[in-house]
């Protein structure tokens, strides 16, 4: 059964720090993983999606490293905003599926001005 | 493109009645995907439909819950008879292809049920 775990479950910085998030999961049999964030109140909006031959993914400040063997990825936001205030979802597959996400329970992210 | 449409965005219901949950997924999309939020739990997988299919259930309360996606129209997860500990978040996704090594999940806003 794929469990996941991120770390912190919460972080606060000012504007303009580099910050990293932390996600494990026991089953490294994962075909992709995704990172999204959710804002209060709403749904989640996919940041990036790292397939299981990848070691990263970059999407403007955003990057996603996996290291599939180790069952961890990282999600790293270079120069935040407060904008970039969310909590965000690390989701790998599990159960062998390609499509049945697990999700962790977040790292709630504020970024101060 | 409109992205994935649930309502109602709120819905409260008392102990016994029912409560249907609908979601328009993506326009051309034929997967959709229920997840369910718990208070201070991460999402959980509940089922996976194609138009006309239950592929997969295997995160769906053996009862009281059913779900549905017709030829025509909206998703459907109904929850019958419904009790407190329904209350949640329910999120419907849906994707293009079948979701794999390359294709996301998009979410819809979710619908908030509270159950008095």
């Known amino acids: 059964k794929q469990e996941v775990t991120q770390i912190p479950a919460a972080l606060s910085v000012p504007e303009g720090e580099n910050l990293v998030l932390n996600c494990s999961f026991t089953d490294s049999a994962i075909y992709n993983l995704q990172w999204f964030r959710q804002d209060p109140g709403k749904g989640l909006t996919s940041l990036l999606l790292i397939q299981s031959s990848q070691r990263e993914q970059t999407s403007g400040r955003l990057n996603a490293s996996l290291d599939k063997s180790s069952g961890r990825s990282t999600l790293y936001i270079a120069a935040s905003q407060p904008g970039d205030s969310a909590t965000y979802l690390c989701?790998?597959?599990?159960?062998?599926?390609?499509?049945?996400?697990?999700f962790g329970k977040g790292t709630l992210l504020t970024v101060n001005p | 493109n409109a992205g994935v449409m649930q309502n109602p965005r709120h819905l409260v219901r008392r102990r016994g009645q029912e409560a249907r949950l609908r979601c328009s997924p993506m326009?051309?999309?034929?997967?959709v995907y229920w997840y369910r939020q718990l208070p201070e739990e991460g999402l959980k997988f509940m089922v996976y439909l194609q138009k006309e299919n239950i592929i997969d259930e295997s995160g769906m309360p053996k009862e009281r819950f059913s779900a549905e996606f017709p030829k025509e129209g909206p998703s459907i997860l109904r929850i019958q008879q419904v009790v407190r500990g329904d209350s949640a978040a329910y999120f419907c996704?849906?994707?293009?292809?079948?979701?794999?090594?390359?294709?996301?999940?998009?979410f819809g806003p979710g619908t908030r049920l509270l159950v008095l």
């Open positions: 326009k051309g999309h034929s997967h």
């Open positions: 989701a790998p597959n599990s159960g062998g599926s390609n499509y049945k996400l697990t």
């Open positions: 996704a849906s994707s293009l292809l079948l979701a794999g090594t390359e294709e996301t999940q998009y």
